[in-house]
């Protein structure tokens, strides 16, 4: 007889339900959206403006690609493949590490930067329309609130994490 009993799953009640599906609509949606303005707009995905901003933030517009992966959230093999599209545009190009012959820089182009700033403006004009300009100060705030709780509970600080950058 098996002694080890089996804990019934905490099945979501109908106002959770109704929250996580309007969640999920919600970000695909908008992910789609922004996904189209920068298709449209840049010729790029959504994933790839996020890297090009991220680097353009950095100290002289570079990133160790372990970094870069951490930072957006993504496998290094997505990053790599990513890169390697970017690089075919002439927006990025890589750099080895002086100090890790292992080691990778992503490099923001000055053509990577015009495209950027050209971007940027329509980009967050997209963003506006289909997130703050719908929400009140104070949904704004809850929201805020919310998603970096969700955020920083998923993302573990021990070393044997299981994090797509660490993939």
């Known amino acids: 007889m098996n002694t080890a ?91 080895d590490c002086p100090s890790d012959k292992r080691g990778q820089f992503a490099v923001l182009t000055d053509e990577g930067y015009e495209v950027l700033r050209r971007t940027a403006p329509g980009h967050v004009a997209a963003v506006r329309q289909a997130l703050f300009d719908r929400l009140d100060p104070d949904q704004l705030k809850a929201l805020g609130e919310a998603v970096r709780i969700v955020a920083e509970g998923l993302q573990p600080k021990d070393a044997g994490a299981d994090l797509p950058w660490l993939r």
Not at 10 to 33: C, F, G, K, P, V
Not at 70 to 80: D, F
């Open 5 to 95: 009993s089996a804990e019934e799953p905490r099945w979501l009640n109908d106002e959770e339900q109704r929250i996580w599906r309007a969640y999920m609509a919600a970000s695909t949606l908008l992910e789609d959206h922004l996904d189209r303005q920068l298709q449209r707009d840049a010729g790029m995905p959504h994933m790839y403006y996020g890297l090009l901003v991220q680097l353009e933030e950095a100290p002289r517009r570079r990133l160790r690609m372990t970094e870069l992966a951490m930072k957006a959230k993504i496998t290094r093999s997505r990053l790599s493949h990513a890169i390697a599209r970017l690089e075919k545009n002439g927006w990025v190009r890589r750099e």
